[in-house]
């Protein structure tokens, strides 16, 4: 079994032949040797052959072997290799050097055949519980690459030990260029420095609790801010002393924009909802009296007159200025409902609101010849605010003046389980489909025959229903031309039900 176990890789560096030789012997029964016999070339082996141990000599013609350990330990792809100097050179200065250069043992030549095996061993082992620690590193590591959020490890004094993947795309930056820079004074505003110092401070001295989500500013490359949200918990050694800080970032700075940019919007809205507001007020005061004024004199004009001529345009007039009052009233009327979010319930009686509307239009009924069929079977008491008087008349004003060219409007209040269904049903000159699907539009401009709609009252129909929490619609009318409309409407708690035949 033990031949299954991978060897181990030793470079072999010295300018003499028969030195390399000899240490081959030693070591090719239990180990790989490849060999290198000047400075350059130990340098080129260890690159690119990644050796797991070197037996360096120290003086050879082209660098030494001071050199090369200096060059092999500064370089992140060779540093973890171990390196025994091998040399006849035994005064302190030397070793000195040897350590300040990165050394990790001496032998002496001539090389003792035990104590070349014995350090050998002893740095192999070394080597491999190394780069089980290494792989377990790059390991955790590709964790952290893959991750979605930004992973940053600081030292006590704030100097970046560890920065992933994500955390480097985030910034724009290498993870060369992050490692070992202060966090604060090349990654933080000028402006905010003050404030992360601060609270820094504060969480290795546990003045605050770690795991508390902060959002901070950190600078790109390029210069432009980016918001993180941080969760931060404190690293401790051994010991239980803090040696640093683990963060976990999201980069939110898109949402942070979006929250800004509804926040301004919201903004907007009040002030266009306040003007929206002024301009109701001027429109029911300093619109809706002076027309409420000249209607008044113009039937006082009419009353005195006796001039057919003069009557018929005082008449005009008189229909000119109603016309803007309805308007004004159920522009104002259908703003104030689109600003409402709710509106308040009690138990209203459907049929009592069915008849007075027929009451109030009498006029224009008996105008029109129309005749109204409603068969009272009620009371149908239902869940509604008194806005719903308003959708009966504003439907029964919609079939009188379109529907005038009928014999007759039909009303019907239908059980539809846990709703009334309201139905008015005219036999005029109906609505297109084209338009049925946009009838409901606030100043759709609608044109039956000759006559023109402006669509707000069946607008603030809509709005009025869909605060009920109801259904609105239009249909053809089934049984001949003309139109049907109707609405539904919560049935109340107590509805009792008795026939009326009229």
Same mark, same amino acid.
Request: glycine fraction near 6%; hydrophobic fraction near 40%.
């Given at each position: 079994?033990?031949?299954? /176990? ?13 030195? =390399?030789? &000899? ?16 400075? #350059? ?41 171990? $390196? ?18 990165? *050394? ?56 970046? /030990? ?15 260029? =992050? ?53 931060? =918990? ?10 640093? *800080? ?82 004004? *009233? ?14 308040? #319930? ?21 105008? *029109? ?13 239902? /869940?509604?605010?008194? &806005? ?100 539904? =409407? /919560? ?8 026939? $009326?035949?009229?």
């Amino acid at each position: 079994m033990d031949n299954l /176990k991978p060897r181990f890789t030793i470079l072999v560096v010295d300018d003499e032949q028969a030195n =390399v030789e &000899l240490l081959e012997a030693y070591l090719h029964f239990e180990y790989d040797v490849i060999t290198a016999f000047n400075g #350059f070339e130990a340098i080129e082996n260890a690159r690119k052959k990644k050796p797991d141990l070197i037996l360096l000599d120290i003086m050879m013609p082209d660098i030494n072997g001071f050199e090369v350990c200096k060059v092999l330990k500064g370089s992140k792809d060779t540093a973890h290799i171990p $390196i025994i100097m091998v040399t006849a050179l035994s005064n302190r200065d030397d070793r000195a050097h040897a350590i300040e250069v990165g *050394t990790d043992d001496f032998l002496s030549k001539p090389v003792d055949r035990l104590s070349l095996k014995t350090r050998v061993n002893s740095l192999l082992r070394l080597k491999a519980l190394q780069d089980e620690i290494l792989r377990e590193r790059d390991q955790a590591q590709n964790y952290l690459d893959v991750a979605g959020a930004m992973f940053l490890v600081l030292d006590t004094e704030k100097h970046v /030990k560890l920065i992933n993947r994500k955390g480097c795309e985030i910034l724009g930056y290498t993870e060369e260029e =992050v490692i070992g820079k202060n966090w604060v004074d090349h990654f933080i505003p000028a402006y905010l420095r003050d404030e992360v110092n601060k609270r820094h401070y504060d969480l290795i001295t546990s003045s605050i609790p770690a795991n508390t989500l902060v959002e901070d500013t950190c600078l790109t490359r390029q210069g432009t801010e980016k918001v993180i949200r941080w969760n931060t =918990v404190l690293l401790r050694n051994t010991a239980g002393n803090i040696i640093g *800080t683990l963060s976990s970032g999201e980069d939110i700075t898109s949402r942070k924009e979006a929250e800004n940019r509804l926040q301004e919007y919201a903004r907007d809205l009040k002030r266009s909802n306040e003007l929206k507001d002024l301009f109701i007020d001027i429109m029911s005061h300093d619109i809706l009296n002076p027309a409420g004024v000249a209607r008044g004199f113009t039937e006082i004009l009419q009353s005195m007159e006796t001039d057919q001529d003069k009557l018929h345009k005082l008449g005009i007039v008189e229909k000119s200025i109603s016309k803007i009052l309805d308007t004004i *009233t159920s522009a104002a009327n259908l703003a104030r409902l689109e600003s409402a979010e709710e509106i308040e #319930f009690m138990e209203l009686d459907l049929n009592s609101m069915i008849l007075e509307a027929i009451d109030a239009y009498k006029h224009e009924i008996l105008a *029109t010849g129309l005749k109204i069929e409603y068969r009272e079977s009620g009371p149908y008491y239902a /869940k509604a605010n008194p &806005l719903i008087g308003g959708v009966i008349m504003n439907l029964l004003s919609n079939a009188l003046k379109y529907g005038s060219k009928g014999e007759k409007i039909i009303i019907k209040v239908e059980d539809a389980d846990k709703e009334w269904k309201v139905v008015l049903t005219d036999f005029g000159c109906g609505i297109s489909d084209a338009d049925k699907s946009s009838v409901f539009q606030r100043f759709k401009r609608l044109t039956v025959g000759d006559i023109q709609g402006y669509g707000l009252g069946l607008a603030i129909v809509k709005r009025t229903i869909d605060l009920h929490g109801g259904r609105v619609g239009v249909e053809n009318n089934p049984d001949a031309s003309g139109t049907q409309f109707w609405f539904t =409407v /919560k049935k109340g708690l107590v509805s009792p039900r008795f026939e $009326i035949i009229c």
